[in-house]
């Protein structure tokens, strides 16, 4: 492009699969462009996809003739101010109230916000390492195996169920602080001690 010119219009259409966006630009009459493409970070072997909202403040680079430019990216202005205030914060909040950030000063990553569902899958290993993780959901849900290898304590009771055959095995000595009830036989070595007489 020659005789470049730098702008800022209003986003006046987006074209979700092209990538492209017309503006109109107020200081030269409100004229509309064509069809321009939006700058993206990676589109080769990674690719990276954004596109700007209709009504969203931009600054675009157009030729001479304004028929040929490229989307540089939105800017804030007096009526959309940005969401976050401090200059250790990287983040975004989206629309619906969902925001992911992180403060480099505090070392907080968060993400909260009108997100619903949140789906990770992975093909081989997840791994979690930290001090201390907490679960905080009225119901957690595990539909495979669960292996604990430090000491399971649990406060809120305990009730379960199982298939056919025996549906709990413990390798160990058991130490019972109460009294235990059973509805059906208590089997020692293959004995109903249900019925022993002391």
């Not at 093909?123 to 604990?148: C, F, H, M, N």
Request: net charge negative; with cysteine; charged share 25%.
């Amino acid at each position: 492009m020659t005789g470049v010119t730098r702008q800022v219009g209003t986003v006046s259409a987006v074209d979700a699969d092209r990538v492209q966006a017309r503006v109109r630009l107020p200081e030269c009459d409100n004229l509309r462009t064509n069809w321009l493409n939006v700058l993206q970070r990676n589109t080769q072997d990674n690719k990276d996809y954004w596109l700007p909202d209709v009504g969203e403040q931009v600054e675009v680079l157009l030729d001479a003739n304004g028929e040929d430019g490229v989307i540089l990216g939105a800017v804030y202005s007096d009526v959309d101010k940005p969401p976050f205030s401090d200059k250790n914060i990287r983040g975004t909040r989206f629309a619906d109230g969902a925001e992911y950030s992180y403060n480099r000063k505090t070392h907080t990553l968060i993400i909260r916000g009108g997100i619903e569902h949140i789906v990770i899958e992975c093909g081989a290993d997840v791994v979690l390492k930290t001090q201390k993780a907490t679960i905080d959901a009225p119901e957690t849900e595990l539909t495979g195996d669960l292996r604990v290898r430090g000491k399971l304590i649990y406060e809120g009771g305990m009730a379960g169920s199982g298939g056919e055959g025996v549906t709990a095995t413990i390798h160990g000595n058991i130490e019972i602080k109460g009294n235990a009830h059973a509805t059906g036989s208590m089997l020692s070595d293959g004995e109903n001690s249900s019925h022993h007489s002391h």
